[in-house]
């Protein structure tokens, strides 16, 4: 049976911990050839290195993704490597603090800016050359938070509100190029992003997440990256200026529905990737 991105090759940033990691092992395992892209703190060689030893095809690439130049050397590294370029998928991004507005520090903003939205922006000026020679895609990393906003942390939502219209922008006028360009929203995911011990959330907030989903759990990176993988696919031809939300139901709750949710909803499932840096996500402006 053929492999649902057999011969495609695919940019994944942000590929070296939480949904990247998932993204970048499911598309291995569907065929794809991987760069595993991230800035120079990532795990991004531990993970290419996991996708050959199980047989896969992957390639690390360390740099500052915000910086065009830099987003430039990724594509000409796919292409010389692996002859061309078929998917780019914008899942770098960064969650460095929640705060009320008033207190949000500038330093924080401005991290948010550069790894949410200017990262975006450099990938996707740089691989739509090449995209448009293999009528190729893009996926982009949006949030429940860039249709709802979120609370304490304002900002956050706003860079996901921009990638939404920015991707839909995108999908509007590459369409005479035979570009799609879609957006995967996911909601409160089991990595270090939604852990008080690993990211900026507090105890509170974490169970708040939690409850706001009709199914009473965080989803896994390998659920996000199924999602990834269908708009990534030719199954999503018809596919293009979409929102997929992956979010448990958080769009439509009201109130602590995850209370309500049944036992069986509230577990997650096994999956089938290993994944050794789901709680490795860099949030933090401070190094």
């Not at 061309?84 to 603090?97: Q, S, W």
């Not at 974490?206 to 199924?226: C, D, F, I, S, Y």
């Amino acid at each position: 049976m053929k492999k649902r991105l057999e011969g495609k090759v695919a940019i994944v940033t942000g590929g070296g911990s939480g949904i990247g990691e998932a993204i970048c092992k499911k598309f291995a395992r569907e065929g794809a050839s991987v760069v595993v892209a991230g800035l120079p703190e990532d795990p991004v060689e531990d993970v290419a290195k996991e996708i050959q030893q199980e047989g896969g095809d992957a390639i690390p690439f360390t740099g500052d993704l915000s910086v065009l130049a830099v987003a430039e050397s990724c594509v000409e590294l796919a292409v010389k490597q692996y002859g061309k370029l078929d998917v780019l998928v914008n899942n770098a991004g960064t969650f460095p603090e929640t705060n009320l507005l008033s207190e949000f520090s500038e330093e924080a903003f401005d991290y948010l800016l550069k790894n949410n939205i200017r990262t975006a922006f450099a990938m996707s000026k740089a691989a739509l050359p090449e995209l448009q020679k293999t009528k190729g895609n893009i996926v982009s990393a949006g949030s429940e938070s860039g249709a709802l906003g979120i609370a304490q942390n304002a900002p956050y939502g706003g860079t996901k509100g921009f990638i939404h219209a920015f991707t839909k922008g995108l999908a509007a006028e590459q369409a005479q190029n035979g570009v799609r360009c879609n957006i995967v929203a996911p909601g409160p995911i089991d990595t270090g992003w939604t852990h008080k011990e690993t990211g900026p959330m507090d105890a509170q907030m974490e169970q708040m997440v939690t409850k706001g989903t009709l199914m009473g759990r965080r989803g896994t990176p390998e659920e996000v990256a199924n999602v990834y993988l269908f708009l990534a696919s030719d199954e999503a031809s018809y596919v293009t200026g979409a929102i997929f939300p992956v979010d448990g139901g958080t769009l439509i709750a009201k109130g602590p529905a995850g209370d309500q949710a049944s036992e069986s909803m509230k577990k997650q499932p096994d999956g089938e990737l290993i994944l050794k840096h789901s709680k490795d996500s860099h949030t933090s402006v401070r190094k």
